[in-house]
């Protein structure tokens, strides 16, 4: 995912012409793998990996319903509706959808998932514009950074919680790649111990603009803040929008009955924003160097 995030922030300081095209060719690159299926299954206690193999999303199931926890892009929704079925799970079950942060390859699919199911979409306070408005923050007007706008029901700020059932998550505001951008903490059974599983929203610098004109006030400190926040978390399972971020389909690879979960891995947050921040400070003074130049 670090990979990805450079190769977006180095987009993000073409000119607005040259990005056009570039980001477009960019996106057809990555859409192979980010629309690639991925044979869904059983995470850890409670949670299920229904996503693609290049975005994560997953299912939660509680006593009383399912929360679905961010899309891949639109034209995956029946991929994710069809493994959340493989799973012996029932897509209309699903009470409400939690997003991680308002950019269209975790938001395809609201739309239609929330219209077919009736469930409640709940995000973080400053990414509902956002949703609603169908955008790119800072970019508003660039079709290839759209999608279906979609109604929130319900914003979240920091330590507010979700409770379906028997299971509850607490929101974490980690803003920086999204204005809103929600980490959501919560506690799984793994045999008879206790885990504690953080959804990182993100932490790349991706498409934003840090200086200058960037892509929404305060965003420098913003990150400074969640990358703090997020590293100073005791943290036994890290997931993430990407697979890339825990190195998913590794740990996959190695789940075998009656050996130790591969996805715990306590302190895993740590190691993986440190590098988050290595990579923030490159791309901050890439960025700065390139405008002190165009001045």
Known sequence: MRTLGAALCALALLTSGAQAQTLKDFMATVMKKWTAPFEPYPLIGNIYYVGTDGIAVYIIKTSQG?????????????????????????????KYILNSHAHLDHTGGFAEIKQETGAQLIAGERDKPLLEGGYYPGDEKNADLAFTPVKVDRVVKEGDKVTLGDTTLIAHATPG?????????????????????LFFCSGTVALNRLVGHPTYPGIVDDYRSTFARVKAMKVD???????????????????????????????????????????????????????????
């Not at 639109?74 to 079950?93: A, R, Y």
């Not at 790649?177 to 599983?197: A, F, I, L, Y």
Request: hydrophobic share 35%; charged share 25%; net charge neutral.
């Open 177 to 197: 790649h999204s204005p809103g951008c929600t980490s959501w903490e919560m506690t799984v059974k793994d045999g008879n111990q206790e885990r504690s599983v």
């Open 66 to 94: 399912l929360i679905l926890m961010d899309t891949a892009m639109q034209q995956s929704t029946g991929m994710i509706k069809d493994n959340i079925t493989k799973l012996g799970l029932k897509v209309g079950d699903i």
């Open 237 to 295: 399972v890290l997931l993430g929008p990407h697979p890339e971020v825990y190195d998913m389909q590794a740990k996959r690879a190695q789940m075998k009955d009656g050996a130790p979960n591969p996805f715990v891995k306590p302190g895993e947050n740590v190691t993986y924003v440190t590098g988050l921040e290595q990579d923030f400070d490159k791309q901050l003074a890439k960025q700065t160097a390139a405008l002190q130049k165009s001045n």
